[in-house]
């Protein structure tokens, strides 16, 4: 059986085991038996948040599955915010936009230069 809140007016929070067919029933206040109320209660961190914050992760949670579209605009401007962390030629390990890690060798077949040659085919 699952654990609720309830509140008695004169002793405060108190937690009872309910069935979940009953959890929205007063339950006796095991100090003075009074029924008390279901109550739900919430971090107060909740309340402190900045409303620019709370706008942002909205808006985070609500663009969580969108697909990002790959436009040469997006490349260009993903690869701008690259170069300002980074600047330019790095040579760090994140991928460089637009750059594939295909060749062709002279008679025409493919090539993958990497650590893992055994991994052309898949």
């Known amino acids: 059986m699952p654990l609720y809140d309830y509140k008695c007016q004169e002793h405060g ?3 009872a085991l309910a ?3 009953e959890f929205d029933k007063p339950q006796p206040c095991p100090q003075c038996g009074v029924m008390s109320a279901k109550v739900i209660l919430l971090p107060s961190h909740l309340f402190k948040v900045d409303d620019s914050e709370r706008k942002a992760k909205d808006r985070n949670e609500k ?3 969108s ?3 790959s436009t040469p605009e997006y490349r ?4 701008a ?3 300002h962390k980074h600047g330019k030629g790095c040579g760090c390990a994140h991928q460089k936009l637009g750059k594939s890690k295909l060749f062709w060798t002279a008679n025409g ?3 993958f230069p990497s650590a ?5 085919s898949h």
Do not use: G, N, S, V
Not at 76 to 79: K, P, V, Y
């Open 13 to 15: 929070i108190f937690h």
């Open 19 to 21: 069935t979940m067919d």
């Open 63 to 65: 663009a969580m599955h």
């Open 67 to 69: 697909p990002i579209l």
């Open 76 to 79: 260009a401007e993903e690869q």
């Open 81 to 83: 915010r690259h170069e």
């Open 109 to 111: 077949e493919k090539m």
């Open 116 to 120: 893992r040659p055994w991994m052309i």
